[in-house]
Nanobody, 124 residues
């Protein structure tokens, strides 16, 4: 059973940075792809970034490209999202996701496992 645990959310000011981490605490599967989505109040869940294991493929959502960086660590059981130059519109609950698919799917329905989410708030 895959159990994703996120950490690292919080409150920051515009222009600051945050680092989110996600790990499969059970280390039950050799997960192929891990990623991050976010959801702001009243909005749909939005693709942020994802990486196939060993960083063989990496993709970013258009709104975060150039500011966020995703990497796979710890023999691929962990995904880290480094967020820089944060803006108020980045405020959302950030969810870690994982799938056995060896490809990146930008819609939520394409992912099997989800973490509970961590709040990121960027003040202006």
């Amino acid at each position: 059973q895959v159990h994703l645990v996120e950490s690292g959310g919080g409150l920051v000011q515009t222009g600051e940075s945050l680092r989110l981490s996600c790990a499969d605490s059970n280390r039950t599967l050799d997960i192929f792809t891990m990623g991050w989505f976010r959801q702001a109040p009243g909005k749909e869940r939005e693709f942020v970034a994802a990486a196939v294991k060993f960083d063989e493929a990496v993709e970013y959502g258009d709104s975060v490209k150039g500011r966020f960086n995703i990497s796979r660590l710890d023999t691929n059981y962990m995904a880290v999202l480094q967020m820089t130059s944060l803006k108020p519109e980045d405020t959302a609950v950030y969810y870690c996701a994982a799938t056995l698919l060896e490809e990146i799917v930008r819609r939520p329905a394409g992912w099997e496992w989800w973490g509970k989410g961590t709040q990121v708030t960027v003040s202006s």
